[in-house]
C-alpha cells in the first residue's frame, strides 16, 4: 500500500529545488499550488518514493511535469514529445532529464516503437499527459501496458474535465485497479493505474451503499411538449455514461423498450453489482403501509393536468405532468429499493441518470459525499423560502418556487425511507388541495414540520453532489442566500449555513472575497447575539 495525504505530499520542499543558476523556474509558484488544484507536488512525492530507477512523462509540452517528476535527482526522467515546446533552460539543462522529440508510436495503429519499448516497460511508473485528450490513445496505450505485462503504474491527467476522456478511457477500464487521486492532483482530475499488486493505494470504502437511478422515454407519453421531445433517448444516454459506469451497487428502473441499451452500457465487470428494475412508467403506484394504492400514475397525471387549469403557475413547457410524476417516482423507487435491499446496504443515494449534464465537478466528488456515511436524508439547499411563504399555498405554487434540489440525496435506511414517504404523502395532500406543480416544492413543508430528519448542505444545482462534504463551488451564491433566511429571522439555518461555509473557508476549499467574508461574519455575529438575546 502506497501512503497517501496531503500532509505527505506538503513536506515535498521546492524551496532549494528551483534555484538553479541564481534563477527561479517560471512556474514555481504553481508548483507550490494546492494539492487538489496542481498535481505537481503528487508527481515529486511519487518520485521520492523510489531510487535509482527510470520514469516516463509522456507528453512534455512546457517540461513542467517532467521537472516535477526529477524531484528525486537519483531518478532518470526520459520524457516525450513531437514537437519541442519548452523555453525555460532551467528546465533544458535538468541533468537527470533526458528530452526526446519523437513519436514514440508507431504509425496509425498506436503501437509502441521497438526502439522505447524496452525502455517503457522496464519503468517505474509512467505519467501521461498527451494532446489532444480524447481518450483514445490513452486507452490504446493503456492496452499496450497490459498486453506486455508493465509492473509499474499509470499516472493520467485530466481524466474527469473532458468527456472523451471520460467516456474513451477512464470508465472503460476495471475500476478495482484504479484509483481517483484528484484530490491530491489536478483540478481536472488525476487518476492512477496500477498493473502490479504491489502498487496499491487506499480507497474509500463505499461498500455499503445503493445508488439508484432511472430512465423512462417520456417522449412515448401523451403530454409530451416540444420541450421533453427535443431531449429524446438520444440526449439522456448521451449524459448517462458517468452514471451507468459508477463501480457501485446500482439500481436501474427503465422501461422494456430501453433494457438493453442500458445494459449495454454499464460495464460487465459490474454484473454483479447491478439490479434492473422493469416496469410500466402509467402502471406504476405508491404505496402505503406496504400496500399498492389503486391510483396508477395515469390516474394522477390526469389529476395533475385538471388542477394546472385551475391553478395555473409560471413554468416551463419540459415539466408536464408525466414530468412531474417522473420526479415523483423516485420516492416510490427508493422505497421499493429499501424494502427488498438485495445488497445489504446500510445507506442509499438517489443519482439522476444524467448526471454528468450538472458538470464533471459532480463526478469528481461523489466518492467522497458517499464515504462519509451521512445518515439523515441530505440534499443540497439551494433556495430558502420560509414557512410563512410555504403556507400561502396559492401564491406558493403559482411561480414554481424550488428550495432543494432532487437531482441527488442520500441517507440511510430509515431517515430516507421516512421522508420519501412523507414526500409521496405531501404530494397526495397537494393533489387533492388543487396543485401539481414540481416535487422539489414538496421538500419544503416536509421540511419544516420534519426538520430533525435533514442535513443540509448549500449550493446551485451543479453543486448537488461537489458541496456535499465541502463547499468547492459558489461561496458567494450561498452567502446571497444567507440574506433569506436571516431576513425572515431562521437564524438557526442562517447560523447552521455559515459554519458549513467558514469550515470550507478556513480548510481552503473554497476562496471568498474580502467583502462576502465581512457579509458572512456579519450574519454569524447577528445570529449569535440575537439567539441569545432570544433565550
Excluded at 301 to 322: G, V
Excluded at 349 to 371: D, P, Q, T
Aim: hydrophobic share 35%; net charge negative.
Amino acid at each position: 500500500m502506497i501512503e497517501l495525504t496531503e500532509e505527505l505530499i506538503n513536506k515535498i520542499n521546492y524551496d532549494e529545488f528551483f534555484i538553479e543558476n541564481n534563477k527561479i523556474i517560471d512556474k514555481a509558484l504553481d508548483f507550490y499550488g494546492k494539492p487538489g488544484k496542481e498535481h505537481y507536488r503528487l508527481l515529486s512525492y511519487l518520485s521520492s518514493l523510489y531510487d535509482n530507477c527510470n520514469i516516463i512523462d509522456i507528453g512534455t509540452h512546457e517540461g513542467y511535469s517532467a521537472l516535477a517528476l526529477s524531484y528525486n535527482s537519483t531518478n532518470t526522467v526520459y520524457t516525450f514529445d513531437i514537437e519541442k515546446f519548452i523555453i525555460d533552460e532551467n528546465i533544458i539543462n535538468k541533468n537527470n532529464i533526458n528530452f526526446i522529440i519523437e513519436n514514440i508510436f508507431n504509425g496509425d495503429d498506436n503501437i509502441i516503437h521497438d526502439k522505447w519499448k524496452e525502455l517503457i516497460l522496464n519503468s517505474k511508473f509512467i505519467f501521461l499527459d498527451m494532446e489532444p485528450h480524447m481518450g483514445i490513445m490513452e486507452y490504446n496505450f493503456y492496452l499496450f501496458l497490459l498486453k506486455n505485462n508493465y509492473s509499474g503504474f499509470l499516472i493520467c491527467d485530466d481524466i474527469w474535465y473532458f468527456k472523451e476522456m471520460r467516456d474513451n478511457f477512464w470508465y472503460k477500464l476495471n475500476q478495482d485497479y484504479c484509483y481517483d487521486l484528484t484530490e491530491f492532483g489536478h483540478w481536472s482530475g488525476t487518476g492512477i493505474i496500477t498493473f502490479n499488486e504491489n502498487y496499491k493505494f487506499q480507497k474509500k470504502d463505499v461498500s455499503n451503499w445503493t445508488l439508484v437511478t432511472a430512465y423512462f422515454d417520456l417522449t412515448k407519453m401523451p403530454d409530451a411538449s416540444e420541450s421533453i421531445k427535443q431531449r429524446d433517448s438520444d440526449y439522456y444516454f448521451k449524459n448517462s455514461v458517468s452514471t451507468l459506469f459508477l463501480p457501485y451497487n446500482l439500481i436501474v428502473f427503465c422501461d422494456k423498450e430501453n433494457l438493453k441499451k442500458i445494459q449495454d452500457l454499464r460495464p460487465y465487470y459490474l454484473k454483479n453489482k447491478t439490479y434492473y428494475y422493469v416496469c410500466d412508467f402509467n402502471e406504476l403506484s405508491f404505496k402505503k403501509n406496504g400496500k399498492k394504492l389503486k391510483e396508477k400514475f395515469s390516474d394522477y397525471r390526469e389529476k395533475i393536468i385538471e388542477n394546472r387549469k385551475k391553478n395555473p403557475y409560471e413554468f416551463d413547457d419540459r415539466n408536464t405532468a408525466s414530468y412531474y410524476l417522473f420526479c415523483m417516482s423516485r420516492y416510490l423507487m427508493m422505497k421499493e429499493v429499501i424494502d427488498v435491499n438485495m445488497f445489504n446496504s446500510t445507506h442509499f443515494c438517489w443519482i439522476n441518470f444524467c448526471i454528468e449534464k450538472m458538470g464533471y465537478r459532480n463526478l469528481v466528488h461523489l466518492n467522497e459525499a458517499l464515504s462519509i456515511n451521512r445518515d439523515k436524508f441530505s440534499t443540497c439547499y439551494i433556495n430558502f423560502f420560509p414557512e410563512e411563504v410555504i403556507h400561502n399555498t396559492a401564491n406558493y405554487f403559482k411561480f414554481g418556487r424550488c428550495s432543494m434540489c432532487s437531482g441527488f440525496f442520500t441517507g440511510n435506511h430509515i431517515y430516507m425511507y421516512k421522508v420519501c414517504d412523507l414526500i409521496e404523502n405531501k404530494f397526495l395532500e397537494y393533489l387533492e388541495k388543487g396543485y401539481g406543480h414540481a416535487d422539489e416544492q414538496l421538500y419544503s413543508p416536509v421540511y419544516f414540520e420534519n426538520k430533525y430528519l435533514f442535513e443540509h448542505y448549500y449550493g446551485d444545482y451543479e453543486d448537488m453532489i461537489t458541496n456535499y462534504v465541502y463547499i468547492y463551488n459558489n461561496p458567494d451564491f450561498i452567502i446571497e442566500y444567507l440574506r433569506t433566511s436571516f431576513y425572515y429571522k431562521y437564524y438557526n439555518e442562517t447560523l447552521n449555513a455559515c459554519k458549513f461555509i467558514y469550515r470550507s473557508y478556513n480548510l481552503k476549499k473554497c476562496e471568498i472575497s474580502y467583502n462576502y467574508l465581512c457579509i458572512l461574519e456579519y450574519f454569524e455575529n447577528s445570529c449569535v447575539n440575537l439567539m441569545s438575546y432570544c433565550k
